[in-house]
């Protein structure tokens, strides 16, 4: 299966976003809390901070790490480095520390661009010897106002401008969940970026009136909530759909999108917000795989949108396969196709010999032509085993990109999803190696070995189960093992079941035997761990047990553990409030502990 190449290089990001500025500069462009930033604004911020950049060394081939709260400067942010000719190396500030230092050290950022007390804690404990530009210091912002934009050469308006960056420098660099223990870098260049955008922008025309920046930077489903409208004279809105759901109010002068980006995760949360939350023309879902049944669910209140189904590694830049589901059109049960190619990217799915399998046959997917990445960030023996040479001889990039992920082609030649070759999953949008909370569970002294599997909670929703060997046949302590964990890695990557097993199965050739694992249920019971010690931790454990169906709640029992779902949490919070009880949904989906959940 192929698509065309494009027969005209697209012009890069900051190009197309400078030439935005000059045709409707007084249009909102990035909008937070009720404050808006005109074009000409956001340019104006984007420019004066580039400048700053740029006379502390930043240019073509270096890195700058942003780290900032939600606010209008994310979006300026990364415009700022994309005008400098840099790449933008996104990092969550929920991330643990570790993880944290990790990608700092591995990118070598000079540079980080922060915001916030998260960030300023985080940072002051990690030696990475990169220079911070905390955007709300004095100094920062007197050296901002000591640029001047009106003669800058980043400015859309300068008769002088800064050259674009060639297609081949990097835009950013997203760093993926790494079976060897530690995440590695994808390095995204302008050209695969640009023809991204150059798809998006014809294809996403709702992109063009306003859409909601709700995701971490870190994960490039924002790269589509943040370029394309902003190419195409667009608004874009930065929000926390999770504190909306939690039932913070909507900020001052909210409107209701006519785009939207998605998981498939977030589909319930749209479910449970007020439905000016909801896109009115275009909703894009991509990240992991999508269910008819949870997409059906959502379309009957929003009949008269269009939904894209967007497959696509990271490898791939943000999507490279897409599945149009128009108004009134019904899906069958089960999973939503994830389509055909974009224009600009070949499609093959291959056997383990990596032969065309026939059609209708099951296979590996690979992925060649403009949109791959370089590869992988200081990692170059694994980026020459995942992108290979591709034997096709189209035009193009001479490589293709082995995604790992099962595919079949239906006879109407649209592909479906049908799971991973490895051990590599989604859960939440973001993807997760087994591998990578395996290594994690390693460097536990209670721990001799360990394997995780994913399996489906009642819900649909993939849960995490790690099955344990006590160091020197100890005890399994589940709550220990969660804050251990939490310390270094995401809490979407903390287990929520810990099985205590005497020893792990093994097959014939001596590799772990999933297959003989026992399920989730042989954990030890929920319920039995430490008792309520004040009056506020009984009332939350009693509103949990009632929510879960759990007789006996601990204030050290995990939430998820206890059978607790995205919904569960949303009811308990609730209840919570009700009760007069302060708790947040993310308290409660991230805390997972009533002790925790209720800590100063």
């Known amino acids: 299966m192929s698509s065309r190449l494009s027969t005209n290089a697209p012009r890069t990001a900051p190009e197309l976003f400078a030439e935005q500025v000059r045709a409707t500069p007084d249009a909102v462009a990035v909008v937070h809390d009720g404050r808006e930033l005109t074009y000409r604004e956001l340019d104006d911020r984007a420019a004066r901070l580039a400048g700053v950049l740029a006379d502390k060394g930043v240019g073509p081939g270096a890195f700058v790490a942003v780290m900032l709260d939600r606010s209008t400067d994310i979006v300026a942010a990364l415009l700022a480095v994309l005008k400098t000719g840099a790449g933008y190396v996104p990092i969550a500030l929920d991330d643990p520390a570790r993880r944290i230092a990790h990608v700092l050290a ?36 007197g050296l901002l106002d000591a640029c001047d934009p009106a003669g800058s050469v980043y400015s859309a308006f300068s008769t002088s401008v800064a050259p674009p960056p060639e297609d081949d420098s990097t835009a950013y660099v997203i760093y993926t969940s790494g079976s060897t223990g530690m995440p590695k870098g994808v390095v995204i260049e302008h050209g695969a970026l640009n023809t991204y955008l150059d798809y998006a922008r014809t294809h996403y025309p709702a992109a063009a009136g306003r859409t909601l920046l709700h995701s971490s930077v870190s994960f490039d489903l924002a790269v589509t909530s943040i370029f394309p409208p902003l190419i195409a004279g667009g608004s874009v809105e930065v929000v ?71 497959y696509g590694p990271t ?152 099955y344990v060997v006590g160091a020197a046949q100890g005890a399994v302590d589940a709550v220990e093992l969660r804050r251990f964990l939490a310390r270094t890695l995401p809490q979407y990557m903390v287990p929520a079941v810990f099985v205590p097993m005497a020893d792990l199965p093994l097959t014939a050739n001596g590799k772990l035997d999933r297959a003989a694992l026992p399920g989730p249920e042989a954990a030890e019971p929920a319920g039995t761990g430490v ?42 919070v609730t209840r919570a409030r009700k009760a007069g009880l302060q708790v947040g949904l993310m308290d409660v989906l991230r805390k997972r502990t009533v002790r925790d959940i209720l800590a100063d």
């Open 106 to 141: 591995d990118s070598a950022a000079p540079i980080v661009v922060a915001s916030g007390e998260a960030a300023r804690t985080v940072l002051a404990g990690t030696d990475t010897g990169a220079c911070v530009l905390h955007l709300e210091s004095p100094e920062t912002e």
């Open 315 to 466: 490898e791939a830049t943000v999507g490279c396969c897409v599945y149009v589901v128009e108004p009134g059109r019904r899906l069958e049960p089960g999973a939503v196709p994830i389509g055909r190619a974009i224009e600009g990217t070949r499609l093959y799915v291959l056997d383990d010999a990596r032969r065309p399998v026939p059609d209708v046959g099951i296979g590996e997917l690979f992925i060649g032509g403009a949109q791959l990445a370089r590869g992988y960030l200081n990692r170059p023996a694994l980026t020459a085993e995942r992108f290979i040479d591709d034997p096709s001889g189209e035009p193009g990039p001479g490589r293709m990109y082995r995604t790992g992920d099962l595919v079949r082609t239906r006879p109407d030649g649209e592909l479906e999803y049908l799971g991973r070759v490895d051990d590599q999953l989604k859960v939440n949008g973001y993807r997760v190696e087994l591998g990578e909370i395996e290594a994690a569970l390693a460097g536990s002294p209670l721990v001799d070995r360990a394997a995780v599997v994913p399996s489906p909670d009642d819900a649909g929703n993939t849960r995490l189960t790690a």
């Open 240 to 310: 926390d759909l999770v504190s909306l759901a939690d039932g913070r109010a909507l900020p001052p002068g909210f409107r209701k999108p006519s785009f939207l980006k998605v998981t498939p995760s977030h589909l319930a949360l749209l479910r449970r917000l007020p439905g000016e939350c909801s896109p009115s023309e275009q909703l894009v879902i991509g990240g992991e795989a999508l269910l008819g049944a949870a997409l059906e669910a959502w379309r009957a209140a929003h009949p008269g949108v269009s939904v894209v189904n967007e």
């Open 531 to 572: 008792g309520p010690m004040t009056p506020e931790q009984e009332l939350l454990c009693r509103i949990i047990g009632e929510t879960v169906g759990a007789e006996q709640v601990g204030i050290d029992d995990d939430f998820l553990a206890l059978g607790g779902t995205s919904i569960a949490a949303a009811r308990v």
